[in-house]
């Protein structure tokens, strides 16, 4: 079983950076693909980031491209999301997944396990 725990959501102005971090249980943790998900208040979850298990390959939703990074720390069984740039529209609970296929993907159901969530709160 593996358990995900994310942290460092808050409220923050728009034009700031966030770092999320997100903590996984479980010795296999570095064979899994990790991604960054959100969901806005009444909209669909949709995907943000990717990263496989190795970090050799990286993906991001259009929406943050060019803005954001997610990186993975073995050591610390921690992989992270920074967001550079927010904007109001970027307010969502963030969630932390994890595949057992060690290749990442943009897919929801790619993902076996999902952590409970941070909220981000962009002011303007």
């Known amino acids: 079983q593996v358990q995900l725990v994310e942290s460092g959501g808050g409220l923050v102005q728009a034009g700031d950076s966030l770092t999320l971090s997100c903590g996984a249980s479980?010795?296999?943790?570095?064979?899994?693909?990790m991604a960054w998900f959100r969901r806005a208040p009444g909209k669909e979850r949709e995907f943000v980031a990717a990263?496989?298990?190795?970090?050799?390959?990286?993906f991001y939703a259009d929406f943050v491209k060019g803005r954001s990074f997610v990186s993975r720390d073995g050591s610390k069984n921690t992989i992270y999301l920074q967001i550079n740039s927010l904007k109001p529209e970027d307010t969502a609970t963030y969630y932390c997944?994890?595949?057992?296929?060690?290749?990442?993907?943009?897919?929801?159901?790619?993902?076996?396990?999902w952590g409970q969530g941070t909220q981000v709160t962009v002011s303007s």
């Open positions: 997944a994890a595949s057992l296929n060690g290749r990442a993907t943009m897919r929801d159901d790619w993902y076996d396990y």
């Open positions: 479980g010795s296999t943790w570095s064979a899994f693909a």
């Open positions: 990263i496989n298990y190795n970090g050799a390959s990286t």
